[in-house]
């Protein structure tokens, strides 16, 4: 018997995606197990979104900060997600990607970390070793 595995989401959304507790664009595929950044371990679940509006696709991408480590140490390099979780709705072709809204809607409590917004900082030595 063999496992057929089966690729429902192209690298290149991959490589649009970026993390928004800390900002990195790496992630790990952990068999049986999921998606993480592999920054901060913040867990990421992709959907095919019902409504396609005409485009090749549209993918909901769900972050999860459960597994997530370090938010309380480290809060200069990273941002709790509101309640935990929160999803961004990415429309377009393979290398024409494009975030449509994020939910909960970004305002003055919450905001996405932008990609690479914490690449320049450098992290604390007490905290260096928890991650």
């Known amino acids: 018997m063999s496992l057929e595995v089966i690729d429902r989401h192209s690298e290149a959304l991959f490589e649009f995606l970026w993390c928004p507790v800390?900002?990195?664009?790496?992630?790990?595929?952990?068999?049986?197990?999921g998606v993480f950044c592999k920054n901060c371990n913040t867990?990421?679940?992709l959907q095919e979104s019902r409504e396609t509006r005409g485009y090749e696709e549209v993918v909901l991408a769900c972050f999860d900060t459960d597994s997530t480590w370090n938010l309380h140490v480290d809060e200069k390099l990273r941002c709790d997600l509101p309640d935990g979780s929160a999803r961004v709705k990415v429309l377009g072709a393979p290398g024409t990607n494009e975030v449509d809204w994020w939910s909960p809607k970004p305002d003055d409590d919450?905001?996405?970390?932008?990609?690479?917004?914490?690449?320049?900082?450098?992290?604390?030595?007490?905290v260096s070793h928890l991650a």
């Open 110 to 126: 919450w905001e996405p970390v932008e990609r690479g917004e914490f690449d320049d900082v450098e992290e604390p030595d007490e």
């Open 43 to 45: 867990q990421v679940v």
């Open 22 to 33: 800390c900002g990195h664009e790496v992630f790990s595929h952990i068999p049986f197990e």
